[in-house]
């Protein structure tokens, strides 16, 4: 039997970065910089150093419970199938806060750069439209769209690339730092969880790299602290080019209007600039769908929820039809009901933290019957960084009353459907 070639270990660094820095960070130095100040940009590290545990963590998780399934393979294993489909349906129902959160954005910058102001005149009509438009993507067969995704890997790489690049021309002393904002740096945690969100699909590709666990750990933190640093220079380059009150009012997306350039070139460099987001964004958003209907077609496909023998009918492009129409109709009523793009961030990161916190519970329980003093140590550092993430994310979800109703209603009503659908099995029998 041929044994497939290994990922070595700059290769997987690459990969890894690749799937870590996403379209998130294209909006999330407005809303940090809104709340944190001029010291925004140490949000980076400070998260770096509250996430380490929890990577570390999840990183094991694949190798102390290998095959199929993910979170829910994790806590299954661990715990009980229940457990297991609690873990799946957090991190799904997080996600579906972030195809909403792209929708959103993409939204935002149809009218904020090509004055599409129909957008806000016909917000339901838009939102239909365009989750309409993405759920055929996802209709159609895989490999005509995917291949652009490794252009859109590239594309999204430039605007931070020509910031940091940038910020060395542009650093002096007309910044000021106010040693007041240091009292709000925690308060934005909330926010900035959802630009690192995506590590956790790195650390599904640790048993495919050279060198075993500790390679494949080692490789999966450099990336994770590569894209640290290189947020943070971005984030402080646009400090230094737009000042702390241009960022928080216009967003990263308006910094070539304050480089000093002629208005010729400034428009160009704003038509660029605006494309290789929005595509980005366009781009996160399909690629979300994508993953979270694969996610739902899996909780079926096991026959864990209601309506399983529908939502696991393919087309003819082996395309879960059913499950994409059913996530289109939740994507659709939730950037309905929470447009904000804050809120919607936040709500994408406590569901995602909550399956982190069940994943490290079922790490604990296994290190403990095994005495693992030193992986039980990690561990509980990695409780304390997910009780900070989902604590902070729902201070964000508190201050939008419909927000808090989905999130209720999404993981409880799960939880109830799973139940009625696993009692209703255990009758036929």
């Not at 291949?147 to 940038?166: H, Y």
């Not at 993430?389 to 999130?407: A, F, H, N, Q, T």
Request: glycine share 8%.
């Amino acid at each position: 039997m041929k044994v497939a070639k290994k990922i070595s270990f700059w290769s997987a660094v690459l990969m890894s970065i690749n799937i870590i820095v996403g379209a998130g960070i294209f909006f999330n130095p407005q809303s940090v910089t809104h709340v944190a100040g001029s010291f925004g940009f140490l949000i980076w590290p400070l998260l770096g150093l509250l996430l380490f545990p929890v990577i570390w963590s999840l990183a094991q998780a694949t190798t102390v419970f290998p095959g199929e399934g993910g979170f829910y393979n994790y806590c299954a294993t661990a715990f009980n199938p229940t457990a297991g489909f609690l873990a799946h349906w957090a991190y799904l129902v997080g996600y579906i806060g972030t195809a909403a959160t792209f929708c959103a954005a993409i939204k935002w910058l149809l009218v904020t750069q090509t004055n599409m102001h129909m957008v806000e005149d016909y917000p339901i009509l838009v939102n239909f439209l365009l989750v309409l438009l993405v759920s055929a993507l996802n209709m159609m067969q895989l490999n005509l769209v995917t291949k652009l995704q490794s252009g859109a890997a590239l594309i999204k790489m430039i605007p931070l690339v020509f910031v940091i690049a940038l910020a060395a021309f542009y650093w002096g002393p007309h910044l000021s730092f106010n040693s007041g904002d240091l009292n709000n740096l925690c308060s934005a945690i909330g926010l900035a969880i959802f630009s690192f969100l995506g590590f956790e699909v790195c650390c599904s590709i640790s048993g495919m790299i050279e060198g075993g666990a500790k390679k494949a750990s080692k490789a999966i933190l450099t990336a994770f602290f590569i894209a640290m640093t290189a947020y943070m220079l971005y984030h402080l380059g646009l400090l230094y080019i737009m000042g702390v009150n241009k960022l928080a009012d216009h967003g990263p997306v308006a910094f070539p209007q304050f480089l000093g350039f002629s208005s010729g070139v400034t428009n160009i460099l704003q038509t660029l600039i605006t494309f290789f987001i929005f595509f980005s964004v366009a781009n996160a958003l399909y690629g979300v769908f994508l993953m979270n209907v694969t996610n739902l077609h899996a909780l079926a496909k096991r026959n864990l929820i209601t309506g399983s023998s529908a939502l696991s009918i393919v087309n003819a492009y082996d395309r879960p039809t059913v499950a994409i129409a059913v996530h289109g109709l939740a994507v659709f009523l939730l950037v309905t009901f929470v447009p904000s793009l804050t809120v919607l961030m936040a709500l994408t990161s406590t569901g995602v933290c909550l399956a982190f916190f069940m994943t490290v519970l079922a790490l604990f329980s296994t290190y403990y019957r095994q005495k693992n003093h030193t992986q039980l140590a990690i561990t509980a550092l990695a409780f304390c960084s997910c009780a900070v993430m989902i604590y902070y994310g729902w201070l964000e979800i508190c201050k939008d009353p419909v927000s808090r109703v989905v999130l209720f209603v999404g993981l409880v009503g799960g939880f109830v459907m799973y139940k009625l659908h696993t009692g209703m099995k255990a009758k036929r029998k």
